[in-house]
């Protein structure tokens, strides 16, 4: 069981849109429509953004969506804010009842 | 609310077993179809997954520590542990509990711990 992969680092400007790529296999992202999203600021934890690939909790911003295509998902954040600079970890369910996240990316606000 | 909260000793030499607790308020740990979970995060590092406990008992591990853990409900207490043995260096990290609120999932969670860090040092 391998961890899925996020590029280490996207940056983007004040209202603009970014896409995080989450690239895993046949046997979690492929497989099954439950990749989650969770940003996660220093020092604290974890937050739940989006789940069930495109889903978002009540109280999670519209400017936060999610998707998926083949074995790769992605979190897109439209109208960037400051605020949105933390790291952000996608997690899929995998084969064999087991979850796995992603290595984080980090969202720099320019 | 339901809220978590993790305890245990911040410090553990090395070879020895890591125990935590997770403490649930503002619900039952036997509520239907909930499930309990334990992720950690090594400084400076990722998160990752290390098991998943149901109401009823039935455990869930990452395979890569399979063979060192062991999660536990304990009703009575409305708490859930995780014990983690012989371990080295590289089991320091902030130990989160977390699950999914009201309805349950095993997918995602979205009430977490504030953490605990556990240092393995002699």
């Known amino acids: 069981q391998s961890a899925l992969t996020q590029p280490a680092s996207v940056s983007g400007s004040p209202g603009q849109s970014i896409t995080i790529s989450c690239t895993g296999t046949s046997s979690d992202v492929g497989r099954y429509n439950l990749v989650s999203w969770y940003q996660q600021h220093p020092g604290k934890a974890p937050k739940l953004m989006i789940y069930?690939?495109?889903k978002r909790p009540s109280g999670v911003s519209d400017r936060f969506s999610g998707s998926k295509s083949g074995n790769a998902a992605s979190l897109t954040i439209s109208g960037l804010q400051a605020e949105d600079e933390t790291d952000y970890y996608c997690c899929s369910y995998a084969s064999s009842s087991t979850l796995v996240f992603g290595g984080g990316t980090k969202l720099t606000v320019l | 609310q339901l809220q978590l909260h993790e305890s245990g000793p911040g410090l553990v030499k090395p070879s020895e077993t890591l125990s935590l607790t997770c403490a649930v308020s503002g619900g039952s740990i036997s509520s239907t179809n909930s499930y309990w979970g334990w992720i950690r995060q090594p400084p400076g590092k990722g998160l990752e997954w290390i098991g998943s406990?149901?109401?009823?008992?039935?455990?869930y591990y990452n395979p890569s520590l399979k063979t060192r853990v062991t999660l536990s409900v304990d009703t009575s207490k409305n708490q859930f542990s995780l014990k983690l043995t012989s371990v080295t260096a590289a089991d320091t990290a902030v130990y989160f509990c977390a699950t999914k609120g009201p309805g349950g999932s095993f997918y995602y969670m979205d009430v977490w711990g504030e953490g605990t860090t556990v240092t393995v040092s002699s």
């Open positions: 069930e690939v495109n």
């Open positions: 406990i149901y109401y009823s008992g039935t455990t």
